[in-house]
């Protein structure tokens, strides 16, 4: 208890300490804000400096190769002893490929999950079948690669004998496997931020439990399905192992997906691996084809905020 003097009030110690404490408090409160500052002014200058480097290497590329060369080539050959051709469209058609298949996997099946752990499951399912999706979602990509190419291979090669050993169409299925629980998750969340009440009152007109789900629910989560379905999508255009693995090294700009195919990742992960020196025009083609990536994921995430923003609906 606190000290106090002959007349009942506090000591004049008593009041130095208190003065100090708040002295204190209030230099603390004007430190916190700078340091949360200066967190945050880290990853928006890490930013800077990856976009910043990607920039001055991507110049220095098209310094040597013309733009438009690299930009509408239909023919990628950096390594010919002849003529070298930067044509970056058949890296660009081998990420889209793996995408597009990644797609039709992971977008029907992980909005299907979504609504059943949303409308149909129960607590006791959704506690054992969220975690589940959590450990597809935590595997290393090289065991999906490894995955890709000794057993998805194999095995659709009994239905597709002309599919060869590398090809777009095993590691598009296993990239859409490896979405598959962020679009489910994320989902999930959009679907369950409904309010109950308008589920009620649906069910109050006679609707059935899937029209519901179909009709109600899933409209009114459309911006939050939407939004998960593009940063999905993402980062399948920026997977790097599954398809360095079982993809191949061959840029083809075509849209067959039982043939060898090279992704932008795939190539980056090629010329990083040592097979050229630094200052050749194959190591600035690293950066060209980064900065090409960066600019599609970029993308994926404006068109992911848009439609979030177009589409929320607010309760």
Known sequence: MAQKNATGHPSVQELIAKSNSKKQKK????????????????????????VFTLIIETVIFFTRVPILDFLFGTEWFPFANTEQLYGILPLIAGTLKVTFIAAIVAVPFGIGSAIFLSEYASDNARRIIKPVLEVLAGIPTIVYGFFALTFVTPLLQQFIPDLKIFNALSPGIVVGIMILPMIASLSEDAM???????????????????????KVVLPA????????????????????????LAGGS??????????????????????????????????YSIYAVGFTLFLFTLLMNFIAHAISKKFREEY
Not at 33 to 43: D, E
């Open 27 to 50: 230099v603390v409160e004007k430190i916190i804000p700078i340091i949360l500052l200066l967190i945050a002014c880290v990853s928006v200058l890490t930013t800077l400096g990856i």
């Open 192 to 214: 369950g931020s409904v309010p109950n009440s308008i589920r009620e009152g649906a069910l109050a007109m006679g609707s059935t439990k899937l029209e519901v789900a179909i």
């Open 221 to 244: 989560a459309l911006s939050g399905i939407i939004a998960s379905v593009v940063l999905a999508l993402s980062r399948a255009i920026g997977e790097t192992m599954i398809v360095s």
């Open 250 to 283: 061959t840029p083809k700009f075509d849209l067959d997906v039982t043939g060898s195919i090279q992704t932008m990742t795939a190539y980056i992960v090629q010329v990083s691996s040592g097979d050229a020196g630094y200052g050749t025009t194959i190591y």
